[in-house]
């Protein structure tokens, strides 16, 4: 046990002293390698919470029920359901019971929008760190190049090469630490945008296939 917690306070104080050796830029990149962790773990939640990754099964049996006219069965599998799917399905079909065409379409783009706004929000702070990231590792090289070499002017004959290639070192430490940050936020972001598309596609279908069946009888609307 004592040996693991040797291991572990010299592993500690080794990144300490690499984030020192660093400058301000990569204090910052540290920063932004904390938001980036807990920007994915919380995406990750929220698209569970939506129901991103529970297949819809629920949701296309109850598009079924629909267009063989069980209404009444199709609105009860949704009833409830916390899923983006089930919930636009649920809107679509209240509406197509109670509106006409026209202002059906509206209120299901409506929640559809909605949904899909949930679905995607965090994504522009994931872009921006994918963005920034590198950005902020070559301004920390550039500002390390700048220091090194300014010593290397003020030592004149009497430089060390090894000093001088200890300072290159350091400063392109912070352009290593960047694109250790952007890489899984650009990761990250791929995957979290093929899964909102393959929600809006879903999504999109499965309202479609609602208002291509014709009614049983007529909207309440219409019936007035």
Known sequence: MNEIWTGLRTDLEGG????????????????LSVITLALIL?????????GAWNGGRRTRRAV?????????????????????????VQAAMRA???????????????VARALLARARTGLRPLELIA??????????????????FQALQEAGSRADPAALAGGIWEALLT?????AVAIPASMA????????????????????????????????????
Request: with cysteine; proline share 3%; charged share 25%.
């Open 42 to 50: 919380w995406k990750a939640w929220r698209l569970a919470l939506l």
């Open 96 to 110: 197509r019971r109670d509106f006409d065409d026209a202002a059906a379409q509206a209120e299901t783009e409506r």
């Open 189 to 224: 972001l791929t995957w979290f945008e093929s899964v909102a598309d393959r929600l809006r596609h879903e999504m999109e279908d499965a309202a479609t296939r609602i208002f291509l069946r014709p009614l049983a009888v007529e909207p309440i609307s219409q019936a007035a």
């Open 64 to 88: 079924e029920q629909w267009g063989a006219g069980q209404e009444a069965e199709a609105l009860a599998l949704v009833e409830g359901r916390r899923s983006c799917r089930a919930r636009l």
């Open 131 to 148: 963005t920034i990231a590198p950005l902020l590792g070559l301004l920390g090289t550039v500002l390390g190049m700048i220091a090194a």
């Open 16 to 31: 300490w002293e690499v984030i020192s050796m660093g400058g301000p830029a990569i204090w910052a990149i540290a920063a």
């Open 175 to 179: 352009t290593a630490a960047g694109m």
